[in-house]
């Protein structure tokens, strides 16, 4: 008995032996990110919410990885700034990822921070991008000179007895034309089904939303004194439908986004003027859409005055002002946020001098 005993411990030593062997060949992946988050709103538009919301993101992972293949896994902690443990959140974050110069994808549960670029905001509010840090699903991505494109299946709602199933589709992409002319897009379906064994008179029903915003613009960065010199115009049609209650129900509108930025100081301004959207938001509300809740609206301006107090490879601390201005009405808001984020290649990126983005662009 004692042989045996003896036998099978040497058997799983020399197996412990074999893996870190093997697992030395391999890489350690590990990162650190945390974001304080200060957001004060005022607002007089009947859609959105006057409140502070004040809260801190703290996520660490650790994974392994082997030539452009990776498994990550970690977890997503948001504790509002109260000591009471009951009103954080917890969200796992695990994904497996595979990346060249010209393609990458990931499924799982991975940061919105691997997007190539971020969601525009008739697709995710401000406080969307810090308490849902994750896309749940999946995202494949081509990367080359004349451009990049990025496909996304974000599942942020499967069906129980109590939820409705709920997921957002989206490709977008941008062609360089000339250096200083560009153009791109984005598609959009957004789909929120029933709930799980829902009895068939309840009130709900099959919900879409698809969304087309094509556009063309100018970058003039590199033929000034600026840092950033941006112009976007494009075309933004909705179209909504709740199954067997109405015909599908379509909206158009005039975009444009402008952005400058002069060493730590830049300025943001969003126009859209059309026909309202996010027509179907008096009942369903963010349960279906998940952008700013003022394009529902004829018109709106988005004007957000911004600098960075630090912006580097490890922190990049971000403070707006940013104005809202719908028919009639006004409103204002205050962000203060820091993104501190380090991985198994912060020296190498010190060295290199780049520069972290933060959580909206």
Same mark, same amino acid.
């Given at each position: 008995?004692?042989?045996?005993?003896?036998?099978?411990?040497?058997?799983?030593?020399?197996?412990?032996?074999?893996?870190?062997?093997?697992?030395?060949?391999?890489? !350690? @992946?590990?990162?650190?990110?945390?974001? *304080?988050?200060?957001?004060? &709103? %005022?607002?007089?538009?009947?859609?959105?919410?006057?409140?502070?919301?004040?809260?801190?993101?703290?996520?660490?992972?650790?994974?392994?990885?082997?030539?452009?293949?990776?498994?990550?896994?970690?977890?997503?902690?948001?504790?509002?700034?109260?000591?009471?443990?009951?009103?954080?959140?917890?969200?796992?974050?695990?994904?497996?990822?595979?990346?060249?110069?010209?393609?990458?994808?990931?499924?799982?549960?991975?940061?919105?921070?691997?997007?190539?670029?971020?969601?525009?905001?008739?697709?995710?509010?401000?406080?969307?991008?810090?308490?849902?840090?994750?896309?749940?699903?999946?995202?494949?991505?081509?990367?080359?000179?004349?451009?990049?494109?990025? !496909? @996304?299946?974000?599942?942020?709602?499967? *069906?129980?007895?109590?939820? &409705? %199933?709920?997921?957002?589709?989206?490709?977008?992409?941008?062609?360089?034309?000339?250096?200083?002319?560009?153009?791109?897009?984005?598609?959009?379906?957004?789909?929120?089904?029933?709930?799980?064994?829902?009895?068939?008179?309840?009130?709900?029903?099959?919900?879409?939303?698809?969304?087309?915003?094509?556009?063309?613009?100018?970058?003039?960065?590199?033929?000034?004194?600026?840092?950033?010199?941006?112009?976007?115009?494009?075309?933004?049609?909705?179209?909504?439908?709740?199954?067997?209650?109405?015909?599908?129900?379509?909206?158009?509108?005039?975009?444009?986004?402008?952005?400058?930025?002069?060493?730590?100081?830049?300025?943001?301004?969003?126009?859209?003027?059309?026909?309202?959207?996010?027509?179907?938001?008096?009942?369903?509300?963010?349960?279906?859409?998940?952008?700013?809740?003022?394009?529902?609206?004829?018109?709106?301006?988005?004007?957000?005055?911004?600098?960075?107090?630090?912006?580097?490879?490890?922190?990049?601390?971000?403070?707006?002002?940013?104005?809202?201005?719908?028919?009639?009405?006004?409103?204002?808001?205050?962000?203060?946020?820091?993104?501190?984020?380090?991985?198994?290649?912060?020296?190498?990126?010190?060295?290199?001098?780049?520069?972290?983005?933060?959580?909206?662009?």
């Amino acid at each position: 008995m004692a042989a045996k005993a003896s036998k099978i411990a040497t058997l799983v030593l020399c197996l412990i032996g074999s893996c870190i062997i093997h697992c030395s060949a391999q890489k !350690l @992946l590990w990162s650190a990110e945390v974001v *304080p988050y200060f957001d004060n &709103r %005022e607002y007089k538009y009947e859609r959105m919410t006057s409140e502070t919301l004040f809260a801190t993101r703290l996520t660490p992972t650790v994974g392994i990885g082997f030539k452009n293949h990776s498994i990550v896994a970690g977890i997503s902690w948001v504790q509002p700034i109260d000591s009471r443990i009951e009103l954080s959140s917890f969200k796992p974050t695990i994904y497996y990822r595979y990346n060249t110069h010209k393609f990458a994808m990931s499924m799982g549960m991975f940061p919105r921070t691997q997007l190539i670029e971020p969601l525009d905001d008739f697709l995710r509010t401000d406080s969307l991008s810090f308490f849902s840090p994750n896309i749940q699903g999946a995202l494949f991505q081509h990367r080359s000179q004349l451009g990049y494109v990025e !496909l @996304l299946a974000d599942w942020r709602g499967l *069906p129980t007895e109590s939820t &409705r %199933e709920a997921f957002m589709i989206v490709g977008q992409g941008r062609i360089i034309i000339t250096p200083w002319l560009f153009a791109g897009g984005a598609a959009v379906m957004n789909h929120l089904a029933r709930a799980k064994n829902e009895p068939a008179d309840k009130a709900t029903h099959v919900t879409d939303n698809i969304m087309l915003r094509p556009y063309v613009g100018v970058d003039f960065s590199h033929r000034t004194v600026l840092d950033s010199l941006t112009l976007r115009c494009g075309y933004l049609a909705t179209f909504d439908r709740e199954r067997g209650v109405t015909e599908w129900i379509t909206s158009h509108a005039f975009v444009a986004d402008l952005t400058v930025e002069w060493k730590y100081l830049g300025v943001r301004n969003k126009f859209y003027y059309g026909t309202p959207a996010q027509t179907l938001f008096n009942h369903l509300g963010h349960t279906l859409y998940q952008g700013e809740s003022y394009y529902g609206t004829e018109w709106h301006n988005r004007l957000d005055i911004y600098g960075y107090i630090f912006r580097n490879s490890f922190v990049n601390c971000f403070a707006s002002v940013n104005f809202y201005f719908t028919p009639g009405e006004w409103g204002w808001q205050q962000q203060l946020v820091v993104r501190a984020y380090i991985d198994q290649d912060f020296k190498e990126k010190h060295k290199s001098k780049q520069r972290i983005p933060n959580i909206f662009y």
